[in-house]
């Protein structure tokens, strides 16, 4: 009903840029907010960035100046630069959408994870 495909993850030297793209299709009627979260091994999940319907930016601290989300449309990109080894990380698309053509029950749906790794 509801796909979220991600691209873009990949192997780059410490100071490379990448950038994550993130589409949702389906019987979507209304996206609220999207957004990256990373899961680095033996850590929790945690933000990264989020964008709002508005255009509206949050950014994890860890990564304000070097990080920006983008959103255009159904897709969401993460603009990744001067990356460091602790970005390393699989890194989810996160979407509060819903399929209620009267804009009821807004859910989360996750994409299938992209790895990134830094490293020289």
């Known amino acids: 009903q509801v796909q979220l495909v991600e691209s873009g993850g990949g192997l780059v030297q410490p100071g490379g840029s990448l950038v994550l793209s993130c589409e949702a299709s389906g019987s979507i009627k209304s996206i609220n907010v999207m957004g990256w979260y990373r899961q680095a091994p033996g850590k929790q999940r945690e933000l990264v960035a989020t964008i709002t319907s508005d255009g509206g930016g949050d950014y994890a601290d860890s990564v304000k100046d070097r990080f920006t989300i983008i959103r255009y449309g159904n897709t969401v990109y993460l603009d990744m630069r001067s990356l460091k080894p602790e970005d390393t990380a699989v890194y989810y698309c996160?979407?509060?959408?819903?399929?209620?053509?009267?804009?009821?029950?807004?859910?989360?749906?996750w994409g299938q994870g992209t790895q990134v790794t830094v490293s020289s």
């Open positions: 996160n979407v509060r959408l819903t399929t209620d053509s009267l804009f009821r029950d807004f859910r989360d749906y």
